[in-house]
């Protein structure tokens, strides 16, 4: 039953955080000091599990450039998701064979949260100097394709967080513009990771060692919750900055370094 527990909360850290710009990664792995370390592919397909709620709340979005990909406005939005994608497909590979992991302590993660909440700052500060663009370049593209690699590189980032004010920055003004454009990135690209991590384990030969059912309710629990905040998050972005969320991460970022032992 305990195990039951820590399972669930973690699967409602992950579906509360994946798409806060916060970091969901950074969360599990804090929360994970205290309620158990779990493998590389629960905390992977737990992801997942948030991201099965984009589509769920995207489907009709999907749909439409599914059916009518002959349109030359649903090929073009395609074809930028599909380059986004493929930059991040490249990055992560790369990192995975420099061998870069995730970090044992609480140290690097703080001090990502901190950072992140002062780049939130500037993305801001600079967004409120521009007019509201909600067009997708080949540019926004191209840097949320690059914020993704240095979000899984730099747990504690956010992907969300490094996806969105990448694409901020990049000329997508407009809050819910950049918050679709990354939460529609993030499908292929979780569910991708989600298998690559899978194949490894079997390739290893752990797979019979993997708490599938653990993995399962985590998955299930993360959709839920996710579902609920992405649904709050698109209705906050409509006429809200983000920078209480950057309060956030250096708030937490600082009692992290002032008072958990790394």
Known sequence: MENLIQVILLGIIEGITEFLPISSTGHLLIAQHWLGRRS?????AIQAGAILAVVVIYWRRLWDMALHLSRPDNRDYLFKLATAFLITVVGGLVAKKMGLKLPETIAPIAIALIVGGFVIFAVEAYAARQPDRDTLTWRVAFWVGIGQIVAAVFPGTSR??????????AGMTSRAAAAEFSFLVGIPTMFAATVYEAYDLYQSGQMAQEH??????????????AFI???????YVQSHRFTPFAWYRIVFGALLLAFIPN
């Open 40 to 44: 590389d592919l629960f905390n992977v």
């Open 160 to 169: 969300s967080a490094a996806t969105i004010f990448a694409a901020m920055l």
């Open 229 to 235: 905040a992405v649904k709050w998050l698109l209705h």
């Open 212 to 225: 599938w059912s653990d993995l399962a309710v985590g998955f299930v629990v993360s959709c839920i919750v």
